[in-house]
């Protein structure tokens, strides 16, 4: 769908997964890393465990479908390329610290210079101004300062984050929609612009709204193992199964009441409760969250009846049941449960891409979503360092295979 | 002033809860008309959901509801009524995108499936997501973004190693999912314009999401190595952690990420001997003895103020951050600079309270402004100026209960 746009991926070890997206969707994405190649390739975890430049499955998990070549913005030449492709490019993205890119020529005010159609991305920890603009960052920092850390974890111990860094993750997927939403204007007014993304900001959608409680005058939303405490109320999301552990949403209210009265129907079925427990009004029980001390009573008396319900049966078990009655209860999946999953496997998710430099298929998350007229392709898999070199210097800018080794030489590329 | 970026685009709305209006909601931002269909007799879940306005449930009242919903246009239907058909098929001419979330079977048993709906408008573009996608033998499971997160694979690896899962909080796949819907509806916009071809666009929810647990999956594929909950640690970094201050449950997440900032800490904690110490004087040997780094880090940060310690810390260069509570997120000094919130109109309340864009368009900013996106407001409207419907036909619909 994008194919006639060139995307410059200027990214460091952040914002990676934001030109991949672009790439899905057909960009002619180029990836720009120093010579020797990008930090990121240093982060684990590796291909059978060996650290290697061409070996890092982070690396290969956000760098699919872009080319990749070497670049170095510190010499005066390399910059006289990147100013080069420029010029006919369309999108760049980068991320490093705000100002930094500026110093070395390559700021968004030099670049729309060059080419004032280019819709530039930059993708920061806390955006380009403000107070904390030129604060050291990382994932668990930008997690603390966005909110959704404090929302997670046992209330006896430290907040924790998912095990996975994610924090960049949001702030790609979101640079990706400002692209795409520039680049839409830039069709009708022929001009680009400054797209300017906060990771802050972005992973601050992963508190639900919670950030709101201060001016709207709500209570504070505080973290609980397995769910989250509202004022006096401890919703709970994470129950125990025979075999593991299993999410269900055991709500009331208008909206999920209905979903409570099958699952109690069926608790009642397999005899663990009784039938006024059953037979309660489920909306009505929405009004839980007013905080009157005998229904929080009456709520953890059932929360005991559906931990005991849902310990006695296996996920599958829970699963296939909530299948056939339409319940709110999911397995709590390993990443090789997910790896097997059934569903995945019949919508042919998984997605193999050669690597002939191991001489191996590897098999990838497949497209984030199947378009019927133009269906994502996996194209390239992620490059090699420089492995595009010779294409994009030789072959499109046209210098000679001498003048690439002399570049290579003195550190150019 | 530049029109807004996407003034010529125009959305019906099908979408409900979170990640379908998130969605839709940075298109709203940034100029779409969107056109949002909610049922007066069962409404989005969402407006029972918190925050609420003075911390008081009600339909109204819901400053999730109002986040996820600002700026579109509100409109009432019963899809149950013959005569809300009529009313949907011209919405489908006037827009360029339909989108749902409901299970696979709804739009179809209502005749609204991307089939029947390219018929009345060949270069419509349909956006159907839902948790596990359209086909498949799940296709019809429903539910919130909490069970995707746990089929995921998300709340497995949000925890303490010797505990239950913590999970990530609340429904986290709803928060991923509105990027990849709103790039999906964008690509499919451009190839549009570009080849004049509509399309049909499952995302499924569960699916989208993996592409957040990239690396994980690959180490599971190749490695045989099943991520396990790690708390706060990093497989790359240490010290990297979540550490106690003074004050009740009071915390200061720092994370230690290169050489540089390890001697930093050092002698922010006065401790240059350290700096030296064979056993954490590298990456891999402080992830050795990361247990020790812990200790040691918490000793040092349990007596000190977690805020000065933050400006101490970013100082020197060393990445960290209190930790604030929920409550204090409003008076954040960042978020306050870079115009996170924004005060809309309420007819009951005067104002509320909402996120502004996320993202900064340096020419062509985001417009939030009006009220908030109370039950059917834009009835009059959506069906008057957009639809050109007389006053005689909108009395007509009124009376049906159509518009309810």
């Not at chain 1, 955006?127 to 966005?146: C, H, M, N």
């Not at chain 2, 969402?46 to 700026?71: I, Y």
């Not at chain 2, 999912?177 to 314009?193: G, K, Q, S, T």
Request: aromatic letters at 8%; charged letters at 20%.
């Amino acid at each position: 769908m994008l194919s006639p746009y060139r995307v410059l991926d200027l990214t460091t070890e952040r914002g990676l997964l934001c030109g991949q997206i672009l790439g899905d969707l057909g960009a002619d994405v180029i990836k720009i890393e120093p010579p020797g190649g990008s930090p990121a390739r240093r982060l684990a975890p590796f291909y059978h465990d060996e650290p290697h430049p061409d070996r890092s499955l982070y690396w290969w998990a956000n760098n699919r479908n872009k080319r990749g070549i070497t670049l170095n913005l510190d010499h005066a030449d390399g910059r006289a390329i990147i100013h080069r492709l420029a010029k006919t490019a369309h999108f760049v993205i980068e991320s490093d610290n705000p100002g930094a890119l500026a110093r070395r020529q390559c700021g968004y005010a030099d670049l729309a210079t060059i080419n004032p159609a280019l819709v530039y991305v930059s993708i920061t920890p806390f955006g380009q101004d403000g107070p904390r603009a030129s604060y050291a960052d990382s994932d668990l920092v930008i997690l603390a300062a966005g909110g959704p850390l404090v929302l997670t974890g046992d209330e006896d111990r430290a907040p924790v984050r998912v095990s996975v860094p994610q924090a960049y993750l949001h702030a790609s997927g979101q640079a990706a929609v400002a692209a795409l939403i520039a680049h839409h204007e830039r069709q009708r007014s022929g001009r680009g612009q400054h797209v300017d993304v906060s990771a802050q900001q972005a992973v601050a959608q992963a508190t639900q709204s919670s950030l709101l409680a201060g001016p709207l005058g709500e209570r504070d939303f505080q973290r609980l193992a397995g769910g989250v405490k509202m004022g006096p109320v401890k919703v709970r999301l994470v129950w125990p199964a025979k075999d593991g552990y299993v999410s269900i949403g055991f709500l009331f209210g208008s909206a999920m009441g209905h979903f409570t009265k099958r699952l109690m129907q069926w608790v009642h079925e397999e005899g663990c409760c009784d039938e006024a427990t059953r037979d309660k009004d489920w909306v009505a029980f929405g009004s839980i969250f007013l905080g009157d001390p005998a229904t929080i009573k009456e709520y953890e008396r059932l929360v005991g009846i559906v931990e005991r319900f849902s310990a006695s049966k296996t996920k599958a078990e829970l699963l296939q049941e909530a299948l056939k009655r339409a319940l709110l209860i999911a397995p709590v999946q390993t990443t090789k449960e997910v790896l097997a999953s059934e569903q995945l496997a019949a919508r042919e998710y998984w997605q193999s891409l050669e690597h002939p430099e191991l001489g191996q298929t590897i098999r990838y998350p497949g497209p984030f979503a199947k378009f019927s007229a133009a269906p994502l392709r996996y194209r390239y898999r992620p490059p090699t360092v420089g492995e595009h070199n010779r294409e994009v210097y030789v072959d499109e800018l046209g210098f000679s295979e001498q003048q690439v080794e002399e570049m290579q030489h003195v550190g150019v590329i | 002033m530049a029109p807004q970026p996407l003034s010529d685009i125009k959305v019906l709305d099908f979408m409900w809860a979170i990640a379908g209006p998130g969605s839709t909601r940075m298109l709203a931002d940034y100029g779409a008309t969107v056109v949002r269909v909610e049922s007066a007799h069962r409404f989005d879940a969402t407006r029972t959901v918190g925050p609420f306005v003075n911390g008081r449930p009600g339909a109204e009242n819901s400053g999730l509801f109002f986040n996820m919903n600002v700026g579109k246009r509100m409109l009432t239907l019963d899809l149950s009524k013959e005569k809300a058909r009529s009313v949907v098929l011209d919405l489908v001419r006037w827009a360029d995108v339909v989108t749902e979330s409901f299970s696979p079977k709804a739009m179809r048993a209502w005749g609204f499936d991307y089939e029947s709906l390219r018929k009345i408008k060949p270069s419509i573009i349909m956006l159907s997501t839902c948790l596990m996608g359209q086909t498949g033998p799940m296709a019809q499971y429903a539910g919130f973004g909490n069970l995707a997160a746990a089929i995921a694979g998300f709340t497995n690896i949000a925890g303490w190693s010797d505990r239950p899962p913590a999970g990530p909080f609340g429904a986290y796949t709803d928060y991923i999912a509105p990027w990849f819907n709103a790039a999906a509806i964008l690509a499919a916009l451009e190839y549009r314009d570009r080849i004049g071809l509509g399309q049909h666009i499952d995302l499924s929810q569960a699916e989208a999401s993996l592409h957040f647990l990239g690396s994980a999956l690959l180490d599971a594929e190749i490695n045989g190595k099943v991520q396990q909950r790690t708390g706060n640690r990093d497989i790359n970094y240490a010290p990297h952690g979540v550490y106690p201050t003074a004050g009740v449950d009071r915390w200061i997440a720092i994370a230690v990420t290169n050489d540089d900032q390890w001697n930093n800490l050092c002698s922010v904690m006065g401790r240059s001997d350290l700096i030296a110490a064979p056993h954490f004087s590298t990456p891999t040997a402080r992830l050795t003895h990361q247990d020790q780094l812990d200790e040691l880090l918490s000793m040092w940060t349990k007596e000190k103020d977690p805020f000065r310690l933050e400006q101490e810390l970013q100082a020197r260069g060393v990445p960290a951050t209190a930790v604030r509570s929920m409550g204090e997120m409003y008076n954040d000094p960042q978020l306050q600079h870079r115009g996170h919130f924004v005060q809309l109109t309420h007819p009951k309340y005067e104002t509320t309270t909402v996120e502004g864009s996320r993202f900064r368009l340096s020419r062509t900013p985001a417009n939030i402004t009006g009220s908030a996106a109370t039950i059917g407001k834009d009835n009059q409207y959506v069906l008057e100026t957009l639809l050109g419907y007389s006053e005689e036909r909108i009395t007509e619909l009124v009376a049906a209960g159509v518009l309810e």
